[in-house]
């Protein structure tokens, strides 16, 4: 059975640069790696979405590998209001493989 | 103007009982879904719908059954409600399937078996 896993947190102070990467090892060819951001009591929000290589949006950057076997979220100088739960998808709902299947979550905490 | 609605917001109810959970988008998306979040805050897929058509249906008990009216709504029906099912339900729609695309989730429903 496919897993998606995430460090379960990280510790950070206002201003830095985080990184979280997601394990994706059984990822499939048709797969997109998408990840979401979810404060208390909120549905998950979009953050940002790639296939291959870098994807880069006003937010966030997205890393991912050659073997696409992991992905890298990137947030520059992260706020208070960054503390939250980052979670990665991996899936593609269509074809032969309908899935999507979350990871497991990373609480991170910005200090002032 | 709010983009995906759930009702209600919190639901408590007796083992056994039968209950249901709507949702609705305004955004004009052909896909639809529907994810159960645990006590540990892992999100899992239960249904997905495109164009009222069901494409995606992961390993849950037949005691849940989605229900499409139309496009804007992805209704879910629970019977006999055990306290396994006690979670977050959350909906959310997207416009591009193939991919998972953009989804814009709802609120959440909180769920409470007792």
């Known amino acids: 059975l496919a897993k998606t896993t995430q460090p379960i947190s990280m510790d950070s102070y206002e201003g830095q640069e985080v990184n979280i990467t997601c394990s994706h090892n059984n990822i499939a060819t048709n797969d997109y790696i998408t990840w979401y951001q979810q404060f208390p009591s909120q549905g998950p929000r979009f953050i940002i979405q790639?296939?291959?290589t870098k994807v880069t949006n006003e937010v966030a950057s997205l890393f991912i590998p050659a073997d696409r076997k992991s992905s890298t979220l990137s947030l520059p100088r992260v706020s208070l209001s960054d503390t939250a739960v980052y979670y990665c998808?991996?899936?593609?709902?269509?074809?032969?493989?309908?899935?999507?299947?979350f990871g497991t979550g990373t609480l991170l905490a910005v200090q002032p | 103007d709010t983009a995906v609605s759930q009702t209600p917001k919190y639901l408590v109810t007796q083992m056994g009982n039968d209950k249901s959970i709507k949702c609705e988008q305004n955004?004009?998306?052909?896909?639809m879904y529907w994810y159960k979040q645990d006590s540990k805050k892992f999100l899992k897929i239960m249904f997905s719908?495109?164009?009222?058509?069901?494409?995606i249906n992961e390993t849950v008990p037949n005691r849940f059954s989605p229900k499409s009216p139309d496009k804007a709504h992805l209704n879910l029906h629970i019977n006999s409600l055990e306290l396994g099912d006690s979670a977050v339900y959350f909906c959310?729609?997207?416009?591009?399937?193939?991919?998972?695309?953009?989804?814009?989730f709802g609120p959440g429903t909180r769920l409470t078996v007792l």
């Open positions: 959310a729609s997207s416009q591009v399937s193939m991919r998972g695309g953009e989804q814009f």
């Open positions: 955004l004009g998306h052909d896909t």
């Open positions: 719908y495109n164009n009222k058509e069901l494409i």
């Open positions: 998808l991996v899936g593609g709902a269509g074809g032969a493989t309908n899935k999507l299947i």
């Open positions: 790639g296939y291959k």
